[in-house]
């Protein structure tokens, strides 16, 4: 291999890796927004649970004082 070969493979080799370590950090910062969205989701999902069953527990409550 010339000296040119081996100078454009490095060349190469030092674009790939940096490549690489620029999909990884991307890849890193996408799944922890994706991380951080499904925590707050969850959250999201765990109060409307709780809201729906506090309006569920009033609406049987007052059914019941109403029909008395």
């Known amino acids: ?9 490095e060349d190469m080799t030092a674009a790939m890796e940096a490549t690489m370590q620029r999909l990884e950090q991307r890849f890193q910062s ?7 969205k499904l925590d707050q989701m969850g959250t999201r999902i765990n109060d409307l649970e709780r809201n729906v069953t506090e309006l569920m527990t009033q609406a049987g409550m007052e059914a019941q004082a109403s029909s008395k």
């Open 30 to 36: 996408i799944s922890e927004q994706l991380e951080s």
């Open 1 to 9: 291999m010339s000296k040119t070969e081996c100078k454009a493979a």
